[in-house]
T-cell receptor
Framework: AQKITQTQPGMFVQEKEAVTLDCTYD???????LFWYKQPSSGEMIFLIYQGSYDEQNATEGRYSLNFQKARKSANLVISASQLGDSAMYFC???????????FGRGTSLIVHP | KAGVTQTPRYLIKTRGQQVTLSCSPISGHRSVSWYQQTPGQGLQFLFEYFSETQRNKGNFPGRFSGRQFSNSRSEMNVSTLELGDSALYLCASSRGTSGSGTYNEQFFGPGTRLTVL
């Protein structure tokens, strides 16, 4: 069975500062994929970034980067230079074992202060 | 490329009624998944359809059903509504054919917010 844990229910950050959102995962599969999604108050889940278990480099997409530490089974999302529009729920998710259905964490609510 | 669309965006129903939600995936995507999101339970997987067949199913009662049409559009039906069915229902589309399945990026629609009174 696969499991995603997000231990931070809520996070606050000052505008223009960097913030790290934690995600740990558990799977017995060697091949898996890790995803981060953003969900604004409007409800739509927006794909941010993907990391494959065999990728040697940490994934980056603009201001988003994924700090992938395989031995520790962690896949933290780093948002650099936070903007007010980054205020949202953030979900970590994982596919493994050939399943097309990701397992989602409970999410972290991020609030960016001006 | 048009995104995933869901209709209606908002619904208000009363207990005992039934409801049908619709989802149109991104062109070329053959997989459609449905999720229920509530504050208490988080995001829960309902079922996934691929090429008109239910390929995966979550742990929901039989009142929740779905189908997929030949154009990949999908509908979800909930019969005999209960108060606890009030939730945001999200639809996600993906190619659904990524080899090992590890990279199967899902694109979500805006959701249908269902309120059961």
């Amino acid at each position: 069975a696969q499991k995603i844990t997000q231990t931070q229910p809520g996070m606050f950050v000052q505008e223009k500062e960097a913030v790290t959102l934690d995600c740990t995962y558990d799977t017995s599969d060697q091949s898996y994929g890790l995803f981060w999604y953003k969900q604004p108050s409007s409800g739509e889940m927006i794909f941010l970034i993907y990391q494959g278990s065999y990728d040697e480099q940490n994934a980056t997409e603009g201001r988003y980067s994924l700090n992938f530490q395989k031995a520790r089974k962690s896949a933290n999302l780093v948002i650099s230079a936070s903007q007010l529009g980054d205020s949202a729920m953030y979900f970590c998710a994982m596919n493994s074992g050939g399943s097309y259905i990701p397992t989602f964490g409970r999410g972290t609510s991020l609030i960016v202060h001006p | 490329k048009a995104g995933v669309t869901q209709t209606p965006r908002y619904l208000i129903k009363t207990r005992g009624q039934q409801v049908t939600l619709s989802c149109s995936p991104i062109s070329g995507h053959r997989s459609v998944s449905w999720y229920q999101q509530t504050p208490g339970q988080g995001l829960q997987f309902l079922f996934e359809y691929f090429s008109e067949t239910q390929r995966n199913k979550g742990n929901f009662p039989g009142r929740f059903s779905g189908r997929q049409f030949s154009n990949s559009r999908s509908e979800m039906n909930v019969s005999t509504l209960e108060l606890g069915d009030s939730a945001l229902y999200l639809c996600a589309s993906s190619r659904g054919t990524s080899g090992s399945g590890t990279y199967n990026e899902q694109f979500f629609g805006p959701g249908t917010r269902l309120t059961v009174l």
